[in-house]
């Protein structure tokens, strides 16, 4: 459903794959079912809020009394939605958690010689620009947003590509190379570090 109002979803039902993806820091919104499978997601939330993750979450759950409600709010979730419900409204909640939480981003990024300037969509590097085709941009945008963060190449096709995409998976690793070859001609090095078995993180 989240597909069709043309979300892009990363799905964890792992407990602690959950955690981690939810540690990172890079998704917009943060869905959760508080009843997972052998632990409490709240714990999840809980944790995530303790390490100073402010990413909105929305609640979804089969529990809708009044105490799991307040648990849920008071350990950081931002709305509540109990099952079942109306994807209409699901939809809904979710853009307008969307858009409380959207955070100031930064007009640009600087890692050594290397610009890349969100809002001009501009790469330079020691002052001079450098050209990229749209895809290239995307995808150091993405990773110059996220910077020293873990980027896995399931979150780079879902972000880049969209959840109509259905070649390979490692298309990100050609488009990756390409960037990396480009920067490297232009004088920066080491920018794009990959990070063995998950994916890339630009380091600034």
């Known amino acids: ?39 409490d997601g709240i714990l999840i939330l809980r944790a995530a809020r303790s390490e100073n993750i402010d990413t909105p979450v929305l609640i979804v759950s089969e529990r809708g009394s009044v105490e799991d409600r307040v648990r849920a709010l008071d350990a950081g979730a931002d709305d509540y939605l109990t099952v079942p419900f109306a994807e209409a409204e699901f939809a809904a909640r979710l853009r307008a958690l969307l858009r409380r939480g959207r955070r100031p981003v930064r007009k640009q990024l600087t890692a050594g010689e290397l ?24 995808i150091l945008e993405y990773l110059a947003i996220n910077a020293n963060i873990a980027i896995s190449r399931t979150q780079m096709l879902e972000r880049v590509w969209g959840d109509g995409f259905d070649g390979v998976p490692n298309i990100v690793d050609v488009y990756v190379s390409s960037i990396r070859r480009k920067l490297h001609r232009a004088g920066a090095q080491r920018c794009i570090e990959t990070v063995w078995g998950i994916g890339y993180r630009l380091v600034a």
């Open 1 to 39: 459903m989240l597909n069709r109002e043309r979300f892009a979803v990363h799905l964890e039902s792992d407990w602690q794959a959950g955690l981690d993806a939810f540690l990172s820091g890079t998704f917009d919104a943060v869905i959760l079912d508080i009843a997972l499978q052998k632990r």
């Open 115 to 138: 610009v890349v300037d969100y809002s001009a969509r501009r790469v330079t590097v020691s002052g001079q620009p450098l050209a990229f085709a749209s895809t290239e941009f995307r």
